[in-house]
């Protein structure tokens, strides 16, 4: 961590902080307004750490957004990501030899794979300079972050958890908030999908504790491997050997039989009684909302072990766009010729931070057939962590960039009906919050690979708009009109809810001349004229099965908050916000410096 400290130092990408501040609220504030600014701002150091609510001051600092910018991610590699995707890529469609030089060539590349497999050391690595056992174990120890006021306690967000299978035969390295209940147990959010998920309940049939070791820090290529989609029973630390070149060199766990890193800065160890379940949670998450509390297993710490002079290391999710955006743009990239395995037509794909990733995916393919795309949507939907995308988009080779909005926008306007939808039923992630249960809900695919003729509705200015809709709608409080030069131009209506959604809906269908794309949501916390923050909203806030509506030529779309008028029955979870009190103490003190825009465009 030191060496990482250093070579974003030397390359302008560091902000130290010497300040006294609190793990409480005011380090994460901090860190969460640094990476709205643009280009990510600059990685953090906190140097003077205390818990005022104890009394505590601790000697280690902590750091964060270490991976919140293009240019760090690239630092932290030590290559281009692109170079790291050509590498797979051309494993990927490894030939057999054709002649002499061939064979040459492929034994050279071979024999350079032989680093990339972790190697294990005899005796103890850096990581276990200092041992803490028995009575001297305390998590209040780590300068553990509570990041939001509603969260249900301190939680480490950037562990790398390490587990193996019940027969030792497969090893995975993951990355699950953590939450401290107290100074020997940590809540394990592992998700069903989780391989780590997948051991325990090998364990829980078998009726045994789990072993567990969390790790924090050393070389952050360990903490972006913990989050690489691999296959199920592939150890992540492969790719850690493949992007360096060498090989992660592991020690022995003290009180567990998990290796890991020997040069992390903390490792906790412990074990997991799968007969044992504790509620976890709330807490802020990257969706932008409070995921709720629910029962999760428990870790029984046995073990803390430290390097003599550690750092801690932190992330903060929320509202986008956070750190997770340039680790997932890197993800993306190296991970595409994988995903090209499941769906060879594919060209590009890009999951826009402002949807939180899995809530919407844009996806480049070569139509070859009727129906191709439907095709490819099950394809994605049925294909490991895509399985969890809940929105996608599909086009043909001639659109524009995936990350080109605009020009993108109106390509898929000027060609969508509503013949282009295809709304179905799978599974969801954990932390979502819109669907009628959890874990399952709809989802939807837009085929804009074919280009229907669409008529242009005849507009109206939105002031002329907004008095036809009050007029059938009296809870409608606004109106803005985006991509109007397109075929399909959206309409977005802002409401003080007293109905359910389809009621709207269904008393615009005098105006069908008038409109096309309909999006409804609430007056409170929104700004019919962001775009970006209400694509936030609205990919979080529905669910396609029950919250599209179609007439015509007309589709709406329900964005809005869900209670019992929609006939939900599940808790609808709070947005995360700053504690006001919170940034107003940390502007006195100087040290809150985004600008009031970027505070006000991003609904800190």
């Known amino acids: 961590m030191k060496k990482t400290i250093e070579?974003?130092?030397?390359?302008?990408?560091?902000?130290?902080?010497?300040?006294?501040?609190?793990?409480?609220?005011?380090?994460?504030?901090?860190?969460?307004?640094?990476?709205?600014?643009?280009?990510?701002?600059?990685?953090?150091?906190?140097?003077?750490?205390?818990?005022?609510?104890?009394?505590?001051?601790?000697?280690?600092?902590?750091?964060?957004?270490?991976?919140?910018?293009?240019?760090?991610?690239?630092?932290?590699?030590?290559?281009?990501?692109?170079?790291?995707?050509?590498?797979?890529?051309?494993?990927?469609?490894?030939?057999?030899?054709?002649?002499?030089?061939?064979?040459?060539?492929?034994?050279?590349?071979?024999?350079?794979?032989?680093?990339?497999?972790?190697?294990?050391?005899?005796?103890?690595?850096?990581?276990?300079?200092?041992?803490?056992?028995?009575e001297d174990i305390d998590l209040a120890k780590l300068p553990v972050l509570t990041t939001w006021e509603q969260d249900g306690g301190p939680f480490i967000t950037m562990g790398q958890v390490y587990t193996q299978s019940l027969d030792g035969e497969m090893v995975n390295l993951g990355m699950y908030r953590l939450q401290v209940y107290d100074k020997d147990h940590l809540g394990m959010h592992w998700q069903i999908h989780k391989d780590s998920s997948h051991f325990f309940d090998q364990y829980q049939k078998a009726g045994k504790k789990m072993p567990v070791s969390v790790a924090i820090g050393g070389d952050p290529l360990y903490t972006w491997c913990a989050t690489a989609p691999l296959p199920y029973g592939v150890n992540e630390l492969l790719m850690y050997g493949l992007i360096k070149k060498e090989p992660a060199k592991l020690v022995k766990s003290l009180t567990t039989p998990l290796h890991i890193p020997a040069d992390v800065d903390y490792v906790i160890e412990g074990w997991v009684d799968t007969q044992e379940m504790r509620i976890e949670g709330p807490f802020g998450d990257h969706t932008g909302y409070y995921t709720l509390e629910e029962p999760y297993p428990v870790m029984h710490v046995s073990a803390i072990t430290t390097r003599k002079?550690?750092?801690?290391?932190?992330?903060?999710?929320?509202?986008?766009?956070?750190?997770?955006?340039?680790?997932?743009?890197?993800?993306?990239?190296?991970?595409?010729?994988?995903?090209?395995?499941?769906?060879?037509?594919?060209?590009?794909?890009?999951?826009?931070?402002?949807?939180?990733?899995?809530?919407?995916?844009?996806?480049?393919?070569?139509?070859?057939?009727?129906?191709?795309?439907?095709?490819?949507?099950?394809?994605?939907?049925?294909?490991?962590?895509?399985?969890?995308?809940?929105?996608?988009?599909?086009?043909?080779?001639?659109?524009?960039?995936?990350?080109?909005?605009?020009?993108?926008?109106?390509?898929?306007?000027?060609?969508?009906?509503?013949?282009?939808?295809?709304?179905?039923?799978?599974?969801?992630?954990?932390?979502?919050?819109?669907?009628?249960?959890?874990?399952?809900?709809?989802?939807?695919?837009?085929?804009?690979?074919?280009?229907?003729k669409v008529e242009a509705p005849q507009l109206l200015g939105d002031e002329e708009l907004l008095e036809k809709i009050q007029e059938l709608i009296p809870d409608a409080t606004g109106v803005h009109q985006y991509m109007r030069r397109t075929k399909n131009p959206v309409t977005v209506i802002s409401l003080n809810k007293t109905k359910n959604a389809k009621e709207y809906f269904d008393a615009l269908i005098d105006l069908s001349t008038n409109i096309r794309i309909v999006i409804f949501v609430d007056e409170q916390k929104n700004d019919i004229f962001n775009p970006y923050m209400l694509i936030w909203r609205v990919t979080n806030n529905m669910d396609a099965l029950r919250d599209v509506f179609i007439t015509g030529l007309m589709v709406g779309v329900d964005g809005t908050n869900k209670s019992s008028l929609d006939g939900f029955t599940r808790e609808w979870p709070d947005d995360v916000d700053c504690t006001q009190n919170v940034v107003d103490e940390l502007k006195k003190k100087g040290l809150w410096d985004l600008d009031e825009k970027l505070n006000k465009e991003f609904q800190l």
């Open 309 to 452: 002079k550690p750092t801690f290391l932190a992330t903060v999710v929320g509202k986008p766009p956070l750190e997770d955006k340039y680790m997932g743009w890197a993800t993306g990239k190296i991970f595409f010729p994988l995903l090209k395995t499941t769906v060879p037509d594919l060209i590009d794909y890009h999951m826009p931070e402002n949807a939180g990733f899995h809530n919407l995916i844009l996806a480049k393919m070569q139509p070859h057939y009727k129906g191709h795309a439907k095709q490819f949507m099950h394809a994605f939907w049925g294909a490991g962590q895509m399985s969890f995308v809940k929105h996608a988009i599909f086009l043909d080779e001639n659109s524009p960039k995936l990350d080109n909005y605009e020009a993108l926008t109106s390509y898929i306007l000027d060609r969508f009906t509503p013949k282009s939808l295809f709304i179905s039923e799978g599974i969801l992630d954990a932390l979502d919050h819109s669907s009628p249960e959890t874990l399952v809900g709809g989802k939807l695919g837009i085929d804009a690979t074919a280009a229907y």
């Open 7 to 134: 070579l974003l130092r030397k390359n302008g990408e560091l902000k130290v902080i010497e300040d006294e501040l609190d793990i409480y609220l005011e380090i994460p504030h901090l860190a969460y307004a640094e990476v709205k600014k643009k280009d990510g701002g600059k990685a953090i150091l906190f140097t003077n750490v205390v818990d005022k609510k104890s009394g505590t001051k601790f000697d280690e600092p902590v750091f964060m957004n270490v991976f919140g910018s293009y240019k760090r991610c690239e630092l932290l590699f030590g290559r281009t990501i692109e170079s790291v995707a050509d590498e797979i890529t051309k494993l990927l469609h490894m030939k057999p030899p054709a002649g002499f030089m061939d064979k040459i060539s492929m034994a050279s590349e071979l024999f350079a794979l032989k680093n990339i497999f972790p190697k294990r050391l005899k005796g103890k690595g850096a990581c276990q300079e200092v041992v803490y056992l028995n």
